[in-house]
């Protein structure tokens, strides 16, 4: 079946741009999370919705992201006024159940560059 | 709090001897416990996950781990490495007394089979 999918794969933009990042879980899967990988770093948490709502959102850095998931499948995390120090791939996983035994699947990520 | 340390940043081994890849984690609680490996241009796979019982644990590839609670470690362990398990390796733990989904990601090793 599908796997976790996120577009665009790569995004260049200039500082003090705006951003969309999409993310199209696994069908079905209700827990959808994102996570920020800096280079030579692991994946470090940033929201975590279960359905539509964010259960948790503590990762996220500033005021300057933000992410939706209006439909409790698809969700955007939007970047505000992008700075340099926003480079970086951006990751998405979805979970069958938001139990913390549920390995999470990944997708792809999308690197983004900020000039 | 959640951490993950992962003391090694690169392990080489000869293709055909036994590989071990080495984590620790500090949770305040009792853990759930993941392996991932990332391929170049690839999202994390999963491989394998300490929930509860066994202490040992047998997941994709022929890699197994063991749970070892007085050393808080859960070191990752092939028998006989292959080249094709060149790549990165991310240990990731969760407290599940903490009430939340989020992963705690270490910062990876990587790993370099030689013919």
């Known amino acids: 079946?599908?796997?976790?999918?996120?577009?665009?794969?790569?995004?260049?933009?200039?500082?003090?741009?705006?951003?969309?990042?999409?993310?199209?879980?696994?069908?079905?899967?209700?827990a959808l999370y994102w996570y920020r990988q800096s280079l030579g770093q692991g994946p470090e948490f940033l929201i975590y919705f279960q359905g539509t709502g964010a259960?948790?959102?503590s990762g996220l850095p500033n005021d300057r992201f933000f992410a939706v998931r209006p439909e409790g499948s698809v969700s955007t995390l939007k970047i505000q006024r992008t700075e340099r120090g926003d480079s970086a791939v951006y990751l998405c996983a979805s979970s069958p159940q938001p139990t913390g035994w549920d390995e999470q699947f990944f997708g792809p990520g999308t690197r983004l560059t900020v000039l | 709090a959640q951490s993950v340390a992962q003391p090694e940043d690169q392990v080489n081994v000869a293709e055909g001897n036994p590989l071990t890849v080495k984590c620790t984690y500090?949770?305040?609680g009792n853990p759930y416990l993941f392996w991932y490996v990332q391929y170049p241009n690839r999202g994390l796979q999963f491989l394998l996950k300490y929930i509860t019982g066994d202490n040992l644990v047998k997941g994709?590839?022929?890699?197994?781990?063991?749970?070892?609670?007085?050393?808080?470690?859960f070191h990752l362990k092939k028998p006989s490495a292959l080249v094709s398990d060149s790549a990165l390796?991310?240990?990731?733990?969760?407290?599940?007394?903490?009430?939340?989904?989020?992963?705690?990601?270490?910062?990876?090793n990587q790993v370099v089979v030689i013919p």
């Open chain 1, 1 to 30: 079946g599908a796997g976790v999918s996120q577009t665009p794969s790569n995004k260049v933009t200039e500082k003090g741009k705006y951003v969309e990042l999409r993310c199209d879980p696994i069908s079905g899967h209700t």
């Open chain 2, 60 to 73: 994709s590839y022929g890699f197994e781990a063991e749970f070892n609670k007085s050393q808080t470690s």
């Open chain 2, 26 to 28: 500090s949770v305040s």
């Open chain 1, 55 to 57: 259960a948790d959102d």
């Open chain 2, 89 to 108: 390796y991310f240990c990731a733990v969760r407290d599940r007394n903490y009430g939340n989904n989020r992963l705690a990601f270490g910062k990876g």
